[in-house]
Nanobody, 125 residues
Framework: QVQLVESGGGSVQAGGSLRLSCAAS????????LGWFRQAPGKEREGVAS???????SYADSVKGRFTISKDNAKNTLALQMNSLKPEDTAMYYC???????????????????WGQGTQVTVSS
C-alpha cells in the first residue's frame, strides 16, 4: 500500500522560508517521478516541482530560483525547500508519485497516481 505523508507546512511572512517533507512508502515503480503540487482556494491544482528517479528536476516558472526539490533515497523522503516566499505561494501543498513514462508531463496532475493528504502553507504580506 502506497503512502505519502507531508509535513513542514505553516505560516510565514513574505520573504521567509519553509521546508516541506514527504515520507513515501510502498512505491514499486522501477523508474518514477515525484512531484510537489499546490492548490489555492478556488483554483486548480498546479505543479510546482518534480524530480525523477535519476535526479532530474523541473520547476514551474513561478517558483524557479526560489524553490528547490530534492530526494533522499536512503530515507525514502522528498523535500521542497521554499525561499523568498510570497503571498501568492499560499496554498495547500501536496506530494505525489507516478510512473516515469510520459503521461501528461512532469508538472501535470495526470502524470501521478498517488497523492498525500496535503500540508498548508500560508504566507502573509
Amino acid at each position: 500500500q502506497v503512502q505519502l505523508v507531508e509535513s513542514g507546512g505553516g505560516s510565514v511572512q513574505a520573504g521567509g522560508s519553509l521546508r516541506l517533507s514527504c515520507a513515501a512508502s510502498g512505491l514499486t515503480y522501477r523508474r518514477y517521478l515525484l512531484g510537489w503540487f499546490r492548490q489555492a482556494p478556488g483554483k486548480e491544482r498546479e505543479g510546482v516541482a518534480s524530480i525523477d528517479s535519476d535526479g532530474s528536476t523541473s520547476y514551474a516558472d513561478s517558483v524557479k530560483g526560489r524553490f528547490t526539490i530534492s530526494k533522499d533515497n536512503a530515507k525514502n523522503t522528498l523535500a521542497l525547500q521554499m525561499n523568498s516566499l510570497k503571498p501568492e505561494d499560499t496554498a495547500m501543498y501536496y506530494c505525489a508519485a507516478g510512473p516515469w513514462f510520459w503521461r501528461g508531463g512532469v508538472l501535470n496532475t495526470a502524470q501521478y497516481d498517488y497523492w498525500g493528504q496535503g500540508t498548508q502553507v500560508t504566507v502573509s504580506s
